[in-house]
């Protein structure tokens, strides 16, 4: 059974950093997609990153719009995904979650998003960005 376990959430001033963390366990993650996805209070849970399995040992990584040229994510040993968030905004306040669905090389970042609700979740970490 695939868990995924978050860490590095807190509370930062608008401006500041924070890294998260997902470590996945009870599978062979190589050729998963692994990503974040984020909720705001009384909002959806949306898109935030990716990195999208494109074969071997290779990934894509796409972003959101909003967090484009502040966030990074990265892969490490196939089965530890990290979002690096800079210079966060009060609007990136939000619970994050940490999503692994299994892929096909080269699957399109629309196909993973559709996957995702099936995919496998961890327990969210709050951010919280003060302005």
């Known amino acids: 059974q695939v868990q995924l376990v978050e860490s590095g959430g807190g509370l930062v001033q608008a401006g500041g950093s924070l890294r998260l963390s997902c470590a996945a366990s009870?599978?062979?993650?190589?050729?998963?997609?692994m990503g974040w996805f984020r909720q705001a209070p009384g909002k959806e849970r949306v898109f935030v990153a990716t990195?999208?399995?494109?074969?071997?040992?290779?990934?894509?990584t796409d972003y959101a719009d909003s967090v484009k040229g502040r966030f990074t994510i990265s892969r490490s040993n196939t089965s530890t995904v990290y979002l690096q968030m800079n210079s966060l905004k009060p609007e990136d306040t939000a619970v994050y979650y940490c999503?692994?669905?299994?892929?096909?090389?080269?699957?399109?970042?629309?196909?993973?998003?559709?996957?995702?609700?099936?995919?496998?979740w961890g327990q969210g970490t709050q951010v919280t960005v003060s302005s």
């Open positions: 999503n692994a669905v299994q892929a096909t090389g080269g699957d399109t970042l629309g196909t993973i998003l559709k996957r995702a609700d099936s995919g496998s």
């Open positions: 990195t999208r399995w494109r074969g071997g040992f290779t990934y894509y």
């Open positions: 009870g599978g062979t993650f190589r050729s998963y997609s």
